[in-house]
């Protein structure tokens, strides 16, 4: 079993950065792909990036050039670094890590970029 937790959310003005950090603990040495995931109010939850155990990375075109994902796998923490944020980027931020079991979730971290 893996337990995620995120942090790095906050308030930021747009053209703003932020850097998410998702640690995981329990069984690290099982996951293969991570991801972000994000979910604003009324929408459904959407991709935002994803990394596999070694390093290929994934973008949604909406962040693509923007934001990026990366892991460390000596300290069992995935993060992603948000640059030039926009008001529409606002959402609560989930990772995502994935095992041949099971997909786990952390609680979320919330972002809020002001316009």
């Known amino acids: 079993q893996v337990q995620l937790v995120e942090s790095g959310g906050g308030l930021v003005q747009a053209g703003g950065s932020l850097r998410l950090s998702c640690a995981a603990s329990?069984?690290?040495?099982?996951?293969?792909?991570m991801g972000w995931y994000r979910q604003a109010p009324g929408k459904q939850r959407e991709l935002v990036a994803t990394?596999?155990?070694?390093?290929?990375?994934n973008y949604a075109d909406s962040v693509k050039g923007r934001f990026t994902i990366f892991r460390d796998n000596d300290r069992n923490t995935m993060y992603l670094q948000m640059k030039s944020l926009k008001p529409e980027d606002t959402a609560a931020y989930y990772c995502?890590?994935?095992?041949?079991?099971?997909?786990?979730w952390g609680q979320g971290t919330q972002v809020t970029v002001s316009s």
């Open positions: 995502k890590a994935s095992t041949i079991e099971s997909a786990n």
């Open positions: 990394i596999t155990r070694d390093g290929l990375t």
């Open positions: 329990g069984s690290f040495f099982r996951i293969n792909d």
